[in-house]
């Protein structure tokens, strides 16, 4: 069965933002709509590089909300600044694949400020049980995807430590996240 017009043109605008991919993960069978999740690599070209990584399939249908109405389509993409092993690329992508599956699980959307939890650390980024999702913070990253359906929020995952998380719960997300990012580089795991 073809994908759908909104899954290939994410597809393809994220081809031409950040080049073809270097390796894809695929997930079938999640909840509601979700028969299948592509996380993409795009791997990094040195150690000073970022390996980022996309998903695409969550925007096949808008995100369900708690009170009934639409939480607007998106798609996940999380940074990792250097090389990633082969074996860890396949577990950020699980881990963002679940992820993606959290609106339909719990009947909840997913949007820029809030902090979810993890049962475990994010992979590759020791000691951090949870993500701050962040919209864009410099002029080169993008809020959103347009389709040729509606335009796709793009959310991304920035793995933060017990500390960083209770900080977020303390202050509003816009003066958390600028915070986070004058304290450290986002795209590591912050120092223990």
């Known amino acids: 069965m073809p994908a759908p017009v909104i899954v290939r043109d994410v597809f393809h605008r994220l081809q031409e933002e950040l080049g073809e991919e270097d390796a894809g993960i695929t997930f079938e069978n999640g909840p509601g709509p979700l028969d299948r999740i592509d996380v993409m690599v795009h791997r990094a070209a040195d150690s000073s590089d970022v390996t980022v990584f996309t998903t695409v399939g969550m925007s096949v249908e808008p995100m369900p909300s708690r009170d009934g109405r639409t939480g607007g389509r998106a798609e996940l993409r999380l940074f990792r600044r250097g090389h990633v092993e082969p074996q860890d690329e396949g577990l950020i992508a699980m881990c963002l694949a679940n992820l993606a599956a959290y609106p339909w699980t719990l009947g909840r959307a997913l949007g820029w400020g809030e902090v ?70 986002v795209f590591t795991p912050p120092n223990p």
């Open 116 to 185: 979810v939890a993890f049962l475990d650390d994010v992979p590759t980024f020791p000691g951090c049980r949870r993500a701050f999702l962040a919209g864009p913070w410099t002029d080169e990253q993008t809020d959103s995807i347009q389709t040729s359906t509606e335009a796709v929020r793009v959310v991304n995952v920035v793995p933060i430590s017990e500390s960083e998380r209770v900080q977020a719960l303390a202050l509003r997300p816009e003066a958390f996240f600028s915070d986070l990012l004058d304290a450290r580089d």
